[in-house]
């Protein structure tokens, strides 16, 4: 059974930074391309940043080019999303994305998310 979830959201205050983690098993991590997708109230999810199995980064949302990077660490089966100078509008539920069409929200393995609440 594949299991993906995430961690890392919490409140923050607009200019500050935070780390999200994600986190799966039942799957070959490595063998994956994968993404964070978010979706802040009464918007549709978007695809924010993806990044294939050998680590190359496939696409950045213009709204966080300069600010969020992706990583990942096949060893540990564990992707990475590093945001930096946080926005009230980066205000959402962030999604972790294995094995889908980032940044189309189609298919793949989905986690249920972690907050992510700027204050301005």
């Known amino acids: 059974q594949v299991q993906v979830v995430e961690s890392g959201g919490g409140l923050v205050q607009a200019g500050g930074s935070l780390r999200l983690s994600c986190t799966t098993s039942g799957l070959i991590f490595g063998d994956y391309n994968m993404g964070w997708f978010r979706q802040a109230p009464g918007k549709e999810r978007e695809g924010v940043i993806c990044i294939k199995w050998s680590g190359v980064v496939t696409f950045y949302a213009d709204s966080v080019k300069g600010r969020f990077t992706i990583s990942r660490d096949n060893a540990k089966n564990t992707l990475y999303l590093q945001m930096n100078s946080l926005k009230p509008e980066d205000t959402a539920m962030y999604y972790c994305?294995?094995?889908?069409?980032?940044?189309?929200?189609?298919?793949?393995?989905w986690g249920q998310g972690t907050q992510v609440t700027v204050s301005s």
């Open positions: 994305e294995v094995g889908g069409g980032c940044p189309t929200s189609a298919g793949g393995y």
